[in-house]
């Protein structure tokens, strides 16, 4: 697993050090959004980095801000983009603080109930007939509130694991009350607080009793720690810690092709090597959706 950023100086690093990790096993790639706020759900870059990853497991999560696309918008290209992906895509939702209050809430609520508007059979392609869907089993969101207002529904068809994967970052309690009851993710920061304290064990245990609350299953969203290091030791120190389900290795796009290069290399192989041999890691079968191979496999 790993982060790295879709806007990076040279694409073509990113493309490469994607499909090393794919080979290695990894199940999750999450693209962090590109410098100076720029959105990695470009329309343009997401057609063309989508088709040109020719990944056999892995997904494929670029992220943004949550004020960087409408939830309209975003629910038809996040869609698009997890068909691109043969069900292994979704969204990586960043910058949740400092927005004001319920604004991320209301774009999770609307994205996910645009992802849903079309029921699973509805798509019944009915040449004789002359219907391509069921229209009763299409609905509208018919959402108005603080923030956005949106009619829907969404007019792509669903995605195929049923909707794509939603990743939410942590900053702060609003965003794990935020995961809690819509995401399927919980991305815990490498770092510890300003005062030295590491609250991500907090954070973690939080999590699972807002996920009880919010009627959901303490399984129903994992919690990812980011690591910084490729020695297995400390790996699963840090996920042990914190009691998190995973970890994701960040490779940052600023370091230069030498240390990306040495960053990828020790991942792909020892790491993955030491922790296969440990019993941490185990194959899980290409052909299942991404939320399938994460949380009903986990």
Known sequence: ??????????????????????????????????????????????????????????????GGAVDDVPPYQLARRTASLDHLHRGRSGWWCTGTAGLPAGRAEEHAHVLRALWESWEPDAVVADVAGGAYADHTKVHAVDHRGPHYAVRGPLNTVPSPQGRPLLVVSADGERSVDLAARWADVLVLDARSAEDGSDTRADTVARLRAALVRAGRGPGDCLALVRVGTTDADAVEAAVRSCGADGFLVDVPAAADAHDVEHRTTAATTDLVRVLTARGHLAHRPAEHGLRRRLLEEN
């Open 1 to 62: 697993m790993t982060g790295f950023p879709a806007g990076s100086p040279d694409p073509r690093r990113a493309l490469e050090v994607t499909r090393r990790f794919d080979a290695a096993g990894a199940d999750l790639v999450l693209l962090a959004p590109g410098p100076d706020g720029v959105d990695s759900h470009d329309t343009a870059s997401l057609a063309g980095f989508a088709s040109s990853l020719r990944t056999t497991a892995a997904g494929v999560v670029p």
